[in-house]
């Protein structure tokens, strides 16, 4: 499909507006819209023209969380580049941010280049990667500039797991200010890790070995201390703040009371803590090792704090943190001992659909669907306006959406390299049918037609919130 494509007769949708209008995309860019049935519509002329007759057409989806091949808990999580990216297509998604991971004593620079390495010519869809900063020291901090320079403009700290990518108060102190001046975006991920390994030993010991326990003793207490800790260090420092996967209504607390003081602090979930809990955790024998992740999945009672949130956008995004890991010979890696469990659930394929079904039930506006799963991760980490909506000059990250579709979520049938789903046999109303990355098809009437390395790199500005 070279030249023009027109995409004619359906309801586009973006956080900004709904209108029935055709779309036409010239040279990987949209290049006009016009109003369905208007003269400027007919006038309209293309090499191929998509019939979008009775369904959404909506900017293809920005999972600004993810871990391809990630190094983790002893093992790597099983999507590569090239599966996970497919996957993302499948489910409507075509530009993730992935999180480069500095080694302790290694350098930003050798962290980023071995991400690069990993994703080049693999990808079926565009992505950009964020920094994990694991080793805060001068160099690191000298780097973090060049970084932003290079399009590499989000920075991820851990106030989790200790010895392994945990930084003390003082070293994130250290990186919210370089941040601070050098216009980056830091990240957090926000639990007390210190005080969540004093539990860890205590539940242990006292023979609590199984999933059930990674809910237990990762407290919500402990993410909305770290949330607020970290809140008041980027005050300090002057910088703004992006906290990743956000579970508990606690945490989610701090940082409305943050935004209510009109701070720069911004906020993201996952599906996982929309659509799973801890009953998840606690299901007979192994099975709950599937659904740890860190934060955990928390009881029920939280979910409706978090919709809220998404509506009054306390929190503006919705990420997957997408981190699989085969049940097979990698969760159970932690059979006897919950804390070797490897952290992390597969997603990637799911976020757009799940998002859906909440407009279906009537938790979301159709708008607001868009706009926390494609435009605002798109301004967030400085992609906007070429990613997360459709207008002139955008690129042409199209989705074509069946609404009425019905569908039933399956290992079986996902395109996820992973032997589980953690939403197995959960039915859907919605489904993504054809889906364009700058105007090339990638998946066509539910027929996969993209090609590894068809994703490109992209550099990305600042946060476009500030
Ligand atoms: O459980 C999770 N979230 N695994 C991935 C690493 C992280 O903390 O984001
Ligand atoms: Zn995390
Ligand atoms: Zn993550």
Redesign the pocket.
Known sequence: MNGRTLIRGGLVVTAAEEAHADVLIEAGRIAALAAHGSDAAASLTADTVIDATGRYVVPGGVDAHT?MEMP?GGTTASDTFETGTRAAAWGGTTTIVDFAVQSVGGSLRAGLDAWHEKADGRCAVDYGFHMIVADVHDRTLREMDALVEEGVTSFKLFMAYPGVLYSDDGRILRAFQRAAANGGLPMV?AENGIAIDVLVRQALEAGRTGPRAHGEVRHALLEAEATHRAIQLARVAGSPLYV??VSAEQALAELTAARDLGLPVFGETCPQYLFLSADNLAEPGFEGAKYV??TPLRPREHQAALWRGLRTDDLQVVST?H?PFCFAGQKELGRGDFSRIP??LPGVENRMDLLHQAVVEGRLSRRRWIDVACAAPARMFGLHPRKGTIAPGADADVVIYDPHAEQTLSARTHHMNVDYSAYEGRTLTGRVETVLSRGVPVVDRGTYVGRAGHGQYTPRGLCQYL
């Open positions: 871990h983790f991920h990743v996967h992740c860190s943190d981190c952290n992390g």
